[in-house]
């Protein structure tokens, strides 16, 4: 079944555009304003959200606040303006990605993927969570998810907060099978610079972190040709 995604722009031109580069991969559907987004937002369920930034009446900005306040749907903002402090205003508002036009059909196919994964990614449950918890091996392996720190045997392990990511991401979906391209995703987001052996180096930090406290276990069982799945910890006796 097709992913849905609401198209938001004033522009006949940009919306047709949109849903040219889209239509092939997605079920889309179109809103020429913000009040006409928000009610169908309120209405529909969406897998994700292309929202122009300028628009007459009700902004960009606007319906992303509005959005927020009754849905977590992945929001892509687009705009013409190059500024930095708009970027990070919409971050802080809620937005999941910036888009500057213009844009190659290619980077906006690639951004899309990329925040439907995440947010596929951030809607699995993990069947281990006690407590805000992730507990596995019998206490062995514990990772808080409030403090963002994890306890190897008791120990408390020294992590990056990349690190900490890379591991809570996989601990928390141990029947899932990871690409590095999705594990890139999770960490960084879409970028055009950015290099799968990256992942790696992490892999091999937190392995090396784990050794350093006295344990040979590996959270980290390599898929060959794929990327990585969690490897769960005999219980401590």
């Known amino acids: 079944m097709k992913k849905k995604l609401l198209i938001v722009d004033d522009e006949w031109n940009m919306r047709n555009l949109l849903k040219i580069y889209l239509t092939k991969d997605f079920e889309i559907t179109m809103a020429v304003d913000g009040e006409e987004a928000v009610a169908l937002v309120k209405k529909n369920s969406f897998d994700l959200i292309i929202l122009d930034v300028m628009m007459p009446g009700k902004d960009g900005w606007e319906v992303c606040e509005e959005v927020r306040e009754f849905k977590t749907t992945p ?19 809620g937005a999941d990605d910036y888009l500057i036009k213009p844009f190659e059909p290619e980077e906006l196919l690639a951004r899309v993927k990329a925040l439907l994964r995440r947010s596929e ?32 045997a008791g120990e408390k392990l020294e992590l990056t907060p990349k690190e900490y990511k890379l591991l809570h991401t996989i601990a928390s979906n141990p029947k899932r099978v990871f690409t590095r ?6 960490l960084w987001g879409y970028n055009d610079s950015r290099d799968t052996r990256t992942v790696d180096s992490h892999v091999k930090n937190i392995r090396i972190k784990i050794k350093e406290k006295g344990s040979d276990y590996n959270p980290f069982e390599t898929v060959w ?13």
């Open 121 to 152: 990614l951030s809607n699995e449950k993990s069947e281990k969570e006690e407590n805000n918890s992730i507990v596995y091996g019998n206490g062995f392996l514990q990772i808080d998810q409030d403090g963002h720190s994890v306890l190897i």
């Open 225 to 237: 040709g794929v990327g990585y799945k969690f490897h769960e910890p005999d219980e401590w006796l």
């Open 181 to 186: 391209e999705v594990l890139l995703d999770v």
């Open 75 to 93: 929001i892509l903002m687009l705009t013409a303006r190059n500024d930095t402090k708009d970027k990070v205003h919409g971050l802080e508002i």
